[in-house]
């Protein structure tokens, strides 16, 4: 059994050669794992360290993440398929550990790990876990065939139970870096085009695989250092991830606010597309919710870009009234006490309906008006507490 690990690298030099230099790092002998870099630009130091490793250097104009990642899957040889993004690095056992798990484990098909929050510079910004209820379960597993009982019984789909299990584990599904299938898993032809989000594909596949094995495999040990930082996507899927406290302290920042819209509004192109792909009988699925979701948090940002896409972007009621019944569902579905059930369903029916207010805020101020974004910032301090 071997791993292939896909490096995969897009305009940035800076923070790949600290990539590479962690996998020259790993405890798990040489022979029994490769690399395949894919990235779209030469570097004299990266460059180096492939060359004297004898991995693979594939240079391609291809942009979307998704793409690269279907250019290292043609390259690779492995049985276990893992990723690291340029930014991101590996603690020195997680190779042995993945290969460990899926030798003794063969039902396995998707391995995730936590991870270690590290800034632009390599240093460490909290080395606690962000969910401790992850982290304090250790080692576990999920059975997507009992999944799919619970599907049958309860008349919902994976792609409803998704956000359940992000409950259970909000990080469950988070970070390329600290994900490793079986090679049956993941597809090419789906990845492709992908321009972000591939952590949530590759854990949806998971769940609807549909081979013999089909174990889950996560672990509170963190063997990934995840890089937050604000050129990149990382800053904004952090605020995303771990809460909207974050947020706060980029509302005045106008650049993290436009690289933040256009992320969101990719987010919701790309789950958009998936969501009408599914069956039909799969009303409530996580990508139609996910899409919509995207587009309302794009309206709330306190930026007048946000005050010119509020009216295109405000979903018609048809489709608002769809995901509140499906969001009464999964608040149904979750273990949470009755009262933090009830809380969390009026929070959320009220934040669908909030854009309707916003688009009535824009229309009635002129355009040179402050007051649309005050009153948007302030809507941001209110769904941080």
């Known amino acids: 059994m071997q791993v292939s690990v896909i490096v995969t690298a897009h305009d940035r030099r800076r923070y790949l050669?600290?990539?590479?230099?962690?996998?020259?790092?790993?405890?798990?002998?040489?022979?029994?794992?490769?690399?395949?870099?894919?990235?779209?630009?030469?570097?004299?130091?990266?460059?180096?360290?492939?060359?004297r490793n004898g991995w693979k250097n594939v240079v391609t104009d291809v942009v979307p993440l998704g793409g690269k990642i279907a250019i290292g899957l043609e390259e690779a040889k492995g049985d276990i398929i893992t990723f690291l993004e340029d930014d991101d690095m590996y603690r020195e056992v997680r190779l042995e550990k993945v290969y460990k798990v899926f030798t003794l484990h063969r039902d396995v098909i998707y391995?995730?790990?936590?991870?270690?929050?590290?800034?632009?510079?390599?240093?460490?910004?909290?080395d606690e876990s962000l969910f401790p209820a992850v982290r304090d379960r250790g080692d576990y597993v999920i059975r997507s065939s009992l999944l799919s009982k619970v599907e049958r019984k309860m008349g919902v789909c994976y792609y409803q139970l998704l956000p359940l299990l992000k409950a259970f584990g909000p990080g469950l599904g988070l970070n390329n870096s600290s994900i490793a299938v079986r090679r049956g898993v993941v597809s090419a032809d789906k990845l492709k085009d992908i321009e972000i989000t591939v952590d949530i594909e590759l854990f949806a596949s998971a769940l609807k695989y549909k081979g013999e094995a089909s174990t889950l495999y996560f672990t509170g040990k963190p063997l990934t250092y995840f890089r937050v930082h604000e050129d990149n996507a990382s800053s904004i899927a952090f605020n995303t991830a771990f809460g909207k406290a974050a947020l706060l302290n980029q509302l005045n920042n106008e650049a993290y606010l436009v690289n933040r819209v256009k992320w969101l509004l990719k987010l919701a192109r790309w789950h958009g597309f998936v969501s009408k792909e599914l069956p039909q009988e799969c009303v409530c699925n996580a990508y139609g919710f996910s899409s919509t979701i995207a587009r309302l948090e794009a309206i709330y940002l306190p930026m007048p870009l946000a005050r010119t896409l509020s009216q295109s972007l405000t979903p018609p009621a048809s489709e608002l009234i769809k995901i509140a019944k499906c969001a009464v569902t999964n608040f149904a579905l979750s273990s949470s006490k009755e009262s933090v059930k009830i809380l969390g369903t009026l929070r959320f029916l009220a934040f669908l309906l909030m854009p309707y207010v916003l688009v009535l805020v824009d229309r009635a101020f002129p355009h040179n008006s402050g007051v649309p974004l005050y009153v948007r910032r302030a809507l941001s301090f209110l769904r941080s507490r």
């Open 17 to 51: 050669p600290h990539a590479l230099r962690s996998l020259e790092m790993q405890t798990l002998p040489r022979d029994r794992f490769e690399v395949i870099v894919v990235k779209n630009f030469e570097d004299k130091e990266s460059d180096e360290i492939i060359r």
């Open 111 to 126: 391995f995730h790990n936590e991870q270690v929050l590290i800034d632009e510079r390599g240093d460490v910004i909290s």
